[in-house]
């Protein structure tokens, strides 16, 4: 089944420590997306990527990094400059036709939910 | 600024009772907008899509409309269910150098009381 799988789905980290998310898709989407989103507070843009060994920082990019070495896989490392990581982070994917804005339907994995101890 | 508000905040209302949930945005240059339902520690599942030229949109018992002059959009929800509770989130996507960037609004909590 076609699909965008985030892992793990509950992540632990002491203060100090860097922790990277997973996230994969099989979709064959050129777009992929990191977003954190906070009690009460809607989705916030952390980086994006509209194709493999190129990504921007999205509104909150201070204190994370990601990479995109693949097509399918996009991974979020929350170092440990951010000061405030305790979040559920979402990982999205979307399709990239100039011409066909209806495809631009933005898939979500389920989510990770990170607590800093 | 790219902007996407929703009101209200939250709703509760009950079973049976119909709901409507407002967007508003200043998202420029306009391509589409969406609305998405987001279960509570899941991911959002998209409910429907409009272009510029689309003024309404139907799927099943969620209803969207869009007024792309005012740059308002509302999603009506008919006989509510028990499994409507969710936050409905407003999202509208700006086209930018080749490819097309979401602008996701707070959303709306929806409870729906028996």
């Known amino acids: 089944d076609g699909g965008i799988t985030q892992s793990p789905k509950y992540l632990f980290r002491k203060e100090g420590q860097n922790v990277t998310l997973s996230c994969e898709q099989n979709l064959n989407h050129d777009a992929m997306y990191w977003y954190r989103q906070d009690p009460g507070q809607g989705l916030r843009l952390i980086y994006y990527s509209q194709i493999v060994n190129d990504f921007q920082k999205g509104d909150i990019a201070e204190g994370y990094s990601v990479s995109r070495e693949k097509k399918e896989s996009f991974p979020l490392t929350v170092t440990s400059a951010q000061k405030n990581p305790t979040a559920f982070y979402l990982c999205?994917?979307?399709?990239?036709?100039?011409?066909?804005?209806?495809?631009?339907?933005?898939?979500f994995g389920q989510g990770t939910r990170l607590t800093v101890v | 600024k790219n902007q996407v508000e929703q009101s209200p905040q939250s709703l509760i209302i009950l079973e049976g009772k119909n709901c409507t949930l407002q967007?508003?945005?200043?998202?420029?240059?306009?391509?589409?907008l969406r609305w998405y339902k987001q279960d509570t520690g899941r991911g959002p599942v998209s409910l429907t899509i409009m272009t510029f030229s689309e003024n309404t949109k139907s799927n099943g018992r969620y209803t969207a409309t869009l007024d792309a002059d005012t740059k308002q959009s509302s999603l009506h929800i008919t006989a509510s269910q028990l499994s409507d509770s969710a936050s409905y989130i407003c999202v509208v996507s700006r086209a930018s150098g080749g490819s097309y960037i979401p602008t996701f609004g707070r959303g709306t909590s929806l409870i729906v009381h028996p």
């Open positions: 999205a994917s979307s399709a990239i036709l100039l011409r066909e804005p209806l495809n631009t339907e933005a898939f």
């Open positions: 967007c508003n945005y200043t998202v420029s240059p306009f391509s589409n």
